[in-house]
Protein backbone atom coordinates (compact mmCIF):
# COMPACT_ATOMS: atom_id res chain seq x y z
CA UNK A 1 0.00 0.00 0.00
CA UNK A 2 1.01 3.45 -1.13
CA UNK A 3 2.12 5.63 2.08
CA UNK A 4 2.91 9.52 2.14
CA UNK A 5 4.39 11.04 4.81
CA UNK A 6 4.98 15.10 4.69
CA UNK A 7 7.41 17.29 6.97
CA UNK A 8 8.61 20.09 7.82
CA UNK A 9 5.92 22.42 8.04
CA UNK A 10 5.79 25.18 10.78
CA UNK A 11 5.77 29.16 11.31
CA UNK A 12 7.68 31.35 9.88
CA UNK A 13 7.46 34.97 9.36
CA UNK A 14 6.35 37.07 5.92
CA UNK A 15 9.62 36.91 3.93
CA UNK A 16 10.61 33.30 5.49
CA UNK A 17 11.85 29.91 3.79
CA UNK A 18 10.73 26.69 4.96
CA UNK A 19 11.68 23.31 2.84
CA UNK A 20 8.66 20.84 2.61
CA UNK A 21 9.05 16.58 2.15
CA UNK A 22 7.55 13.92 1.27
CA UNK A 23 8.58 10.47 1.90
CA UNK A 24 7.02 7.98 -0.38
CA UNK A 25 6.72 4.21 0.45
CA UNK A 26 5.06 1.01 -0.95
CA UNK A 27 5.68 1.12 -4.58
CA UNK A 28 8.18 1.83 -7.32
CA UNK A 29 8.77 5.74 -6.70
CA UNK A 30 10.42 6.68 -9.62
CA UNK A 31 7.63 5.89 -12.14
CA UNK A 32 5.10 8.14 -10.78
CA UNK A 33 4.47 12.18 -11.22
CA UNK A 34 4.18 13.92 -7.84
CA UNK A 35 2.35 17.07 -6.73
CA UNK A 36 1.52 19.39 -3.62
CA UNK A 37 -1.40 20.84 -3.09
CA UNK A 38 -2.57 23.22 -0.41
CA UNK A 39 -5.92 23.75 1.53
CA UNK A 40 -6.56 26.78 3.86
CA UNK A 41 -9.42 26.91 6.16
CA UNK A 42 -12.95 27.49 4.22
CA UNK A 43 -11.48 26.81 1.00
CA UNK A 44 -10.67 23.98 -1.87
CA UNK A 45 -8.08 22.37 -1.81
CA UNK A 46 -5.34 24.02 -4.27
CA UNK A 47 -2.72 22.81 -6.81
CA UNK A 48 0.73 24.36 -5.90
CA UNK A 49 3.12 22.20 -8.04
CA UNK A 50 3.97 19.41 -9.89
CA UNK A 51 6.93 17.04 -11.08
CA UNK A 52 6.88 14.47 -13.54
CA UNK A 53 8.33 10.66 -13.26
CA UNK A 54 12.32 11.92 -13.86
CA UNK A 55 11.87 15.27 -12.27
CA UNK A 56 12.60 16.82 -15.83
CA UNK A 57 9.32 18.75 -16.07
CA UNK A 58 7.82 21.05 -13.27
CA UNK A 59 4.52 22.84 -13.21
CA UNK A 60 3.52 25.73 -10.87
CA UNK A 61 0.47 27.15 -10.01
CA UNK A 62 0.48 30.89 -10.97
CA UNK A 63 0.44 31.90 -7.48
CA UNK A 64 3.59 30.41 -6.38
CA UNK A 65 5.89 30.76 -9.67
CA UNK A 66 8.88 32.02 -8.73
CA UNK A 67 9.07 31.62 -4.77
CA UNK A 68 8.51 28.03 -4.90
CA UNK A 69 10.96 24.60 -5.99
CA UNK A 70 9.42 21.30 -6.37
CA UNK A 71 12.18 18.74 -6.42
CA UNK A 72 12.42 14.77 -6.18
CA UNK A 73 15.09 12.85 -5.01
CA UNK A 74 13.97 8.99 -6.78
CA UNK A 75 17.10 7.70 -4.84
CA UNK A 76 15.59 8.26 -1.46
CA UNK A 77 11.56 8.51 -2.52
CA UNK A 78 11.17 11.58 -1.60
CA UNK A 79 9.60 14.51 -3.05
CA UNK A 80 10.44 18.61 -1.63
CA UNK A 81 8.79 21.86 -1.55
CA UNK A 82 11.18 24.62 -1.06
CA UNK A 83 9.05 27.98 -0.56
CA UNK A 84 10.54 31.13 0.10
CA UNK A 85 9.62 34.70 -0.07
CA UNK A 86 6.31 33.08 2.10
CA UNK A 87 3.65 35.13 2.20
CA UNK A 88 0.23 35.33 4.94
CA UNK A 89 -2.08 33.56 1.73
CA UNK A 90 0.35 31.15 1.69
CA UNK A 91 -0.80 29.38 4.97
CA UNK A 92 -2.85 26.43 4.52
CA UNK A 93 -1.81 22.17 5.20
CA UNK A 94 0.65 21.46 2.58
CA UNK A 95 -0.26 17.71 0.78
CA UNK A 96 1.66 15.62 -1.55
CA UNK A 97 -0.36 13.18 -4.04
CA UNK A 98 0.57 10.77 -6.40
CA UNK A 99 -1.43 8.82 -8.36
CA UNK A 100 -2.31 5.68 -9.33
CA UNK A 101 -1.65 5.24 -12.98
CA UNK A 102 -0.32 7.20 -16.01
CA UNK A 103 -1.42 10.91 -15.51
CA UNK A 104 -1.16 13.24 -18.92
CA UNK A 105 0.81 16.40 -17.68
CA UNK A 106 -2.54 17.98 -18.53
CA UNK A 107 -4.23 17.19 -15.54
CA UNK A 108 -1.24 17.37 -12.99
CA UNK A 109 -3.25 20.36 -11.26
CA UNK A 110 -6.51 18.31 -10.58
CA UNK A 111 -7.00 16.64 -7.31
CA UNK A 112 -9.42 14.37 -8.75
CA UNK A 113 -6.63 12.90 -10.72
CA UNK A 114 -4.21 11.21 -7.74
CA UNK A 115 -5.37 8.72 -5.62
CA UNK A 116 -3.17 9.07 -2.85
CA UNK A 117 -2.95 11.34 -0.16
CA UNK A 118 -0.49 12.05 2.36
CA UNK A 119 -2.04 13.10 5.72
CA UNK A 120 -0.32 16.86 5.61
CA UNK A 121 1.63 19.21 7.43
CA UNK A 122 0.72 22.66 8.70
CA UNK A 123 2.12 25.60 7.29
CA UNK A 124 1.57 28.94 8.86
CA UNK A 125 3.00 32.55 8.07
CA UNK A 126 2.62 35.14 9.70
CA UNK A 127 2.92 38.52 8.67
Known amino acids: QVQLVESGGGLVQAGGSLRLSCAAS????????MAWFRQAPGKEREFVAA????????YYADSVKGRFTISRDNDKNTVYLQMNSLKPEDTAVYHC????????????????????WGQGTQVTVSS
Open 97 to 116: ATPDQFLPSSHYDRARSYDY
Open 26 to 33: GRTFSSYP
Open 51 to 58: INWSGGST
